[in-house]
């Protein structure tokens, strides 16, 4: 079985770290896994997103066409990707960056996610990438909330930057119990 997910948004929301710690949790699953980033010349506040693909097979091709997760951080990145959801696939928006009158596709979940009120909250205006993935924890099942908070704390302390976790946690847990109407 192969998901394939794209995480989307500004240059700085964190989207492409967003991407690795998916890669990085399905790798600790034993998956076979690809990551490829696109972003535009000014990374901070361009365009960015990446393709993941999580697999049990072996991956030919690193690009995603029919998406099983789209992660959007801004309202660009759901006019851009919203279209390339397979029926039945998982849209995780930011609340806080899109249209709250939006109408989606009737043929997708929706999931809204104020990720910028609450990084605001916990004072981490840097972690609404990482309270994005606590609600895909929580409410889809190809990770558990274990699996993937260890992924995020241990990526941070392979980059020397292990400072960051205990607001990391924060910001997962508030994901994770976001209460989600949809």
């Not at 490829?36 to 049990?56: F, H, I, Q, W």
Request: with cysteine; hydrophobic share 35%; proline share 4%.
């Amino acid at each position: 079985m192969t998901t394939e997910i794209i995480c989307a948004g500004f240059g700085g929301q964190g989207v492409l770290t967003m991407g690795l710690i998916l890669a990085k949790a399905g790798y600790h699953q034993g998956k076979n896994i690809t990551w490829y980033p696109s972003y535009g010349a000014e990374m901070r506040g361009g365009t960015a997103n990446c393709n993941v693909k999580l697999s049990d097979e072996e991956i030919g091709n690193p690009y995603c066409s029919s998406l099983d997760i789209l992660v959007a951080m801004n309202e660009p990145s759901v006019d851009r990707f919203e279209s390339m959801l397979a029926p039945g696939g998982v849209l995780v928006y930011n609340q806080d960056m899109v249209d709250t009158k939006r109408e989606f596709r009737k043929d997708i979940r929706v999931l809204p996610v104020p990720a910028n009120t609450l990084s605001l909250e916990l004072q981490n205006p840097q972690g609404a990438n990482i309270i994005a993935l606590g609600a895909i924890a929580k409410n889809l099942s190809i990770f558990s909330g274990d699996e993937l908070k260890e992924a995020v704390c241990s990526f941070f302390e392979e980059k020397g930057k292990e400072k960051y976790n205990d607001k990391n946690r924060q910001s997962f847990d508030a994901g994770y119990h976001v209460e989600i109407l949809s």
